[in-house]
């Protein structure tokens, strides 16, 4: 407890927790949490042009977040989780929009 507690107090601890490298990625958390939270909801609201997107952009910056050094896996986690939900909500617009044979 007493070595955690000196390396919580560290100017290298402080420095990370007051960076972009730590606050990019725990802001942009946002968008996997939305789209985890909206596997839930019908797919006839989601956009296929903006789940699209959202992969590509996820895609390049899990590349980048592995690239930078030094390497942000926090930004890689988050990106990573995002590409998995994106996915998923891309398999729900296609199921729902191509795939269906019911009247809607």
């Not at 006839?44 to 592995?66: D, E, P, Q, V, W």
């Amino acid at each position: 407890m007493n070595r955690f507690m000196k390396v919580l107090k560290s100017k290298e601890t402080r420095d990370y927790f007051m960076s972009t490298h730590f606050w990019g990625p725990v802001a942009n958390w946002a968008i996997p949490i939305a789209a985890i939270a909206d596997i839930q909801r019908d797919p006839k609201y989601i956009s296929g042009k903006m789940t699209f997107a959202l992969c590509l952009y996820s895609a390049m910056f899990m590349r980048f977040a592995i690239k930078v050094q030094p390497r942000n896996m926090l930004l890689f986690a988050c990106h990573f989780v995002n590409e998995g939900a994106q996915i998923t909500q891309g398999c729900r617009f296609i199921k729902y929009h191509y795939l269906s044979k019911k009247e809607r």
